[in-house]
């Protein structure tokens, strides 16, 4: 089994900067993709960033630019640096990692006011 602890969000003001962590925990050997995900308000679940195990990120368009992913393997951590922050960017954001199964952090809201 593989347990996803997320840590970063909260509140920020448009313009602001946050970052996200994500430490898989237990039988995290073996783990392929990670990535972040999140849902608005009244949406689906999206994409946001994911990161293959060499380190290849790929981010959403309306992220790009923005939002970095990135990953430390010895760690067994995902981060998601947000910069520019956006009021339509408020969502819960959840980490995700995949190893033979999806697993998925608990979600954390992120909250962006103008």
């Known amino acids: 089994q593989v347990q996803l602890v997320e840590s970063g969000g909260g509140w920020v003001q448009a313009g602001g900067s946050r970052r996200r962590s994500c430490v898989a925990c237990?039988?995290?050997?073996?783990?392929?993709?990670m990535g972040w995900y999140r849902q608005a308000p009244g949406k689906r679940r999206e994409v946001v960033a994911v990161?293959?195990?060499?380190?290849?990120?790929t981010s959403a368009a309306s992220v790009k630019g923005r939002f970095t992913i990135s990953r430390d393997n010895a760690k067994n951590t995902v981060y998601l640096q947000m910069n520019n922050l956006k009021p339509e960017d408020t969502a819960v954001y959840y980490c995700?990692?995949?190893?033979?199964?999806?697993?998925w952090g608990k979600g954390t809201l992120v909250t962006v006011s103008s």
């Open positions: 995700h990692a995949q190893r033979v199964m999806d697993y």
């Open positions: 237990g039988s995290s050997v073996g783990i392929n993709g």
């Open positions: 990161i293959t195990p060499g380190g290849s990120p």
